[in-house]
């Protein structure tokens, strides 16, 4: 099995808005770090979720499954997270639209753009 | 911090198909009965109706001299073998490659069919993503199904390992209520069990694939429940019979 090329850094910005950097890959060998750093943005009390992916290298098709899966999770979650993504080439901004991850999770370019909204 | 990537090409640039507004068929083989695909939207876990389950079904293959790549490479080439009987997929001309759309036409539960062998259910798949250990197809408006099913292998223990693995709902409550009562569940797993076991077969491999349930949301989503309107079996059901006056008609 590969191992996991995905580095991650959990950021409060307050105001219950928690930053997850991801720098390197999104494929199914992410799953754990990527729940982990969920978790741990959870624990300290985030109630928007803001994926930045301007360190994202390559994501495959299992990595747009975890994206859903992190989706629901935060959909569940009590009470419900709000999931934003900043960062996103135009690349992955076109993957988001295949997969139609762009009408269930808010894309902005920046952090502010996010925040503000 | 927040700037999008500088690289213009990502490594999985090649990887990934263009969106698209609406399928079309005309890089699709000839042949089926090509109902609901043509002029319809992608659907996608995101999109569907019932509940969210992610469902991985896999085979060893111990002494088989292929690696991942070589299995992927046989299992693209020849995918429509390794389907259970009744069921067809007429893909696309070029190979399965991003971006392409395939026809399914798909037996009931049970492996059920029309008089003449004809299929139950018309409907289509678009390869979303393909590399060399993997590939994915999403699911068009009408399918049973809503979701991400991704075809790969690996390495795993000195053995090669083929994997299905589908995130998916049903797209409507029509379909919601066949899995419900298990109909839907049993005819989804037996046809990747048996999919897997011909793929095994392949590979001089007599495999015992596994198969792991898991519901990710438990939620219908109400909002999709009018996806009832495209729902390709009823569409196929009404279409039957002028299938088969067809048939006969060729016969004639």
């Known amino acids: 099995m590969s191992k996991p090329n995905l580095r991650l850094s959990v950021r409060p910005l307050g105001g219950g808005c928690c930053a997850i950097d991801l720098f390197g890959e999104v494929t199914a060998f992410a799953e754990n770090s990527l729940m982990d750093a969920y978790t741990q943005a959870t624990g300290a009390g985030a109630t928007t979720l803001l994926l930045n992916f301007s360190g994202l290298e390559y994501m495959n098709s299992s990595g747009i499954g975890l994206l859903v899966t992190l989706l629901i999770r935060a959909n569940r979650h009590t009470p419900r997270q709000r999931l934003l993504a900043v960062g996103l080439s135009e690349h992955y901004r076109q993957i988001f639209e295949l997969t139609r991850l762009n009408e269930a999770i808010g894309i902005y370019a920046t952090e502010a753009e996010a925040l503000a909204a | ?252």
């Not at chain 2, 090409?9 to 068929?25: C, E, H, T």
């Open chain 2, 1 to 252: 911090m927040t700037e999008p990537a500088p690289n213009p090409a990502p490594r999985d640039a090649g990887q990934w198909a263009r969106p698209v507004d609406k399928l079309n068929l005309s890089g699709v083989q000839a042949g089926g009965i090509r109902l609901n695909v043509e002029g319809r939207h992608l659907t996608g876990p995101i999109r569907g109706f019932g509940q969210m389950w992610q469902k991985t079904y896999w085979v060893r293959l111990p002494g088989a001299a292929a690696a991942p790549a070589d299995v992927i490479a046989v299992w693209k080439a020849e995918f429509p073998n390794f389907w259970p009987k009744g069921n067809r997929f007429y893909g696309p001309l070029t190979g399965i490659r991003p971006g392409e759309v395939a026809v399914l036409n798909l037996a009931g539960p049970g492996g059920v069919t029309a008089p003449g062998d004809t299929p139950v259910i018309a409907t289509g798949i678009m390869v979303i993503f393909a590399d060399d250990v993997s590939f994915s197809f999403m699911t068009p408006e009408g399918h049973i199904l809503a979701g991400l099913i991704t075809f790969s292998a690996h390495t795993d223990e000195g053995a090669t390992v083929a994997q299905v693995q589908a995130l998916i709902r049903t797209m409507d409550p029509l379909y919601e209520l066949m899995f419900r009562v298990g109909i839907g569940h049993k005819t989804e797993d037996d046809f990747w069990l048996a999919t897997l076991r011909s793929l095994a077969a392949r590979f001089g491999v007599n495999g015992l694939p596994q198969l792991r349930s898991a519901l990710v949301d438990p939620r219908v989503q109400w909002s999709e429940a009018k996806n009832v309107w495209q729902n390709a079996a009823i569409r196929t059901g009404l279409y039957l019979p002028v299938a088969l006056l067809k048939k006969v008609f060729r016969r004639a």
